[in-house]
């Protein structure tokens, strides 16, 4: 009989964890997250255990909890926004010691490395590759991510690789290591040989320290010949953390125009700075409820709270482009008029 959920292994919490969920939602989980070599050890273990405390049982699930809270953080802000928000709701002990396991299960993951590249990037890289090589790549990306992968693969290939992936059932270990290895270093080398020259980042850089008049010629010429470049470069010209620099009244103009929940979901992923920058410029009721808003709203992906930064930024373009606000420039003093 289980007695102390401290001294549980994984294999155990794991059995007492699909017992509680009861066998309807954990037939599920085991289909879609295990092989059928883990399947017979944990229903082995299930099969094992007979009464389990309420205490022991409750404490698990307090665990599986706040380690996929604690996953949630991590992807939608990184490391430092994950300690941040569990410090916040469970204290700096307890954040510490769920933040380590959470790592631990992570870096175990094959291709976690590769989960944090760009998509784009990551195909540069293995179009080339053989299909079962990229089918094994694709079967432990995110789902979005080896979907735009897949389809930017030609028609021949995606259905190979496709069918490949349906039809392979598992991959040894070391055939993965080896694989994932290799593709490591070979991204790490392109990575450190790849040198910054140019680019839509760098042109921004430079168009964000011209005069108004300048930008406006260049934008408006660049919309002619590339719609889409133009675009990106509109995108990249006032970040949403750029709010800070805008004087204390274009803020208030600007909140006046933003929706509350676009708000919240922005500030999920931003710093201490930008947070309370909006808070001060805003009345005491409306910075409780956005607050609390923020507090009460559970994870959100990365995705959204992009988005909703996105949106913000578009608001401010608008009235800074309609003379409402003015966006500080090279040579120019931020106004309100």
Known sequence: M??????LNGLQKTAILL??????ISAQILKKNFHQEDIEKITQQISMMDAIPQEVQKTVLEEFVQMTQ?????????????????????GDNKAIEILEKVQSTIKNKPFSSLRKTDPKHLLSFIRDEHPQVIALILTHLHSDQAALILSALSPELQSDIARRIATTDRVSPEMTREVESILERKLSVLEHSEQSSG????LVDIINRVDRGTEKTILEELEITDPELT???????????????LPDPSIQRVLREVDPKDLAK?????????QERIFKNMSKRASDMLRDEIKYMGPVRLRDVEESQQKIVQVIRRLDETGEIIIARGGEDAIIT
């Open 2 to 7: 289980v007695t102390n959920a401290t001294k």
């Open 19 to 24: 017992i509680s969920l009861g066998s309807d």
């Open 70 to 90: 604690a996953r949630e953080y991590l992807m939608v802000g990184g490391l430092e926004y994950a300690k941040e928000m569990l410090h916040k709701a469970l």
């Open 199 to 202: 680019g839509i980042k760098s």
């Open 231 to 245: 675009e990106e470069i509109r995108k990249l010209l006032f970040v949403f953390e750029d709010i800070v620099k």
């Open 266 to 274: 922005a500030m999920r992923a931003t710093n201490e700075d930008v």
